[in-house]
C-alpha cells in the first residue's frame, strides 16, 4: 500500500480564518480523496481529486468552502476557508490501492483540526 | 436507507474470545467489502477486503461475506485488548465507496 503523509497533523485556528491542508503520497496515484470525520462520527466524503480536473464535490460541499487542488500525481491540498466552530473535524485524505478492479482506499494519518 | 449499516456497539468480549461484527449493504450491484480498524485519535487501517462469497481468512480474522443476503461480517479470534477499536465496514458500490457508523469492540482483559 501507498505510504501517506499529510500535513498539519493538527492545528487550531481562530474562526473566519482559512487553513490549507497538504497530502503527499511516495507514489503516483490516480484518485485522491478527501473526508471529514467528526467527533464520533463515521467518515463523510468531501470531494474526490482527479490531476488535471476539477474536483468532484459530494452534496453539502462546496468549492468555495473547500477548495482543492491537484497539481500532480502525488500531492493534493484541501483549503478549509472561513473556518467557523462547526469545521472542527478531523481531515483525512486517502488514495485507492492498485488492486484493479477492486480497488482499496488507503488513509492517510489525518489532520484534526480545532476552530475557535 | 443508508447504503451499509453496522451495530454500533459497543460490543464488549472478555479476552481470548471470538469477536463478531456485522454489516449489511443497500445495493446489490456492490462489488468489494473493507473492513477497516480505526483506534482512537487515529486514522482508518484496512485490515480485510473480500470480494467473493464466503470466507476469507488472514491470520485472527476472518471475513465473511454473503451476496444474497447482503451481509458481510468480520470475526477475530483470540480476542486480545490491542483489538479494542472501532471497526468500519466500507461497500465499493460502481466505485464508489460507502462507510457504515462503525461498531466499538472492547476486549476485556
Known amino acids: 500500500s501507498a505510504v501517506i503523509s499529510q500535513k498539519p497533523s493538527r492545528d487550531i485556528c481562530q474562526r473566519g480564518t482559512s487553513l490549507t491542508i497538504q497530502c503527499q503520497v511516495d507514489s503516483q496515484v490516480t484518485m485522491m480523496f478527501w473526508y471529514r470525520q467528526q467527533p464520533g462520527q463515521s467518515l463523510t466524503l468531501i470531494a474526490t481529486?482527479?490531476?488535471?480536473?476539477?474536483?468532484?464535490?459530494e452534496s453539502g460541499f462546496v468549492i468555495d468552502k473547500f477548495p482543492i487542488s491537484r497539481p500532480n500525481l502525488t500531492f493534493s491540498t484541501l483549503t478549509v476557508s472561513n473556518m467557523s466552530p462547526e469545521d472542527s473535524s478531523i481531515y483525512l485524505c486517502?488514495?485507492?490501492?492498485?488492486?484493479?478492479?477492486?480497488?482499496?482506499?488507503?488513509f492517510g494519518p489525518g489532520t484534526r483540526l480545532t476552530v475557535l | 436507507q443508508k447504503e451499509v449499516e453496522q451495530n454500533s456497539g459497543p460490543l464488549s468480549v472478555p479476552e481470548g474470545a471470538i469477536a463478531s461484527l456485522n454489516c449489511t449493504y443497500s445495493d446489490r450491484v456492490s462489488q468489494s467489502f473493507f473492513w477497516y480498524r480505526q483506534y482512537s485519535g487515529k486514522s482508518p487501517e484496512l485490515i480485510m477486503s473480500i470480494y467473493s462469497n464466503g470466507d476469507k481468512e488472514d491470520g485472527r480474522f476472518t471475513a465473511q461475506l454473503n451476496k444474497a443476503s447482503q451481509y458481510v461480517s468480520l470475526l477475530i479470534r483470540d480476542s486480545q485488548p490491542s483489538d479494542s477499536a472501532t471497526y468500519l465496514c466500507a461497500v465499493n458500490t460502481l466505485n464508489q465507496f460507502y462507510f457504515g457508523t462503525g461498531t466499538s469492540l472492547t476486549v476485556i482483559p
Open positions: 481529486a482527479n490531476q488535471g480536473s476539477e474536483a468532484t464535490y
Open positions: 486517502s488514495v485507492e490501492g492498485s488492486g484493479g478492479t477492486y480497488n482499496e482506499q488507503f
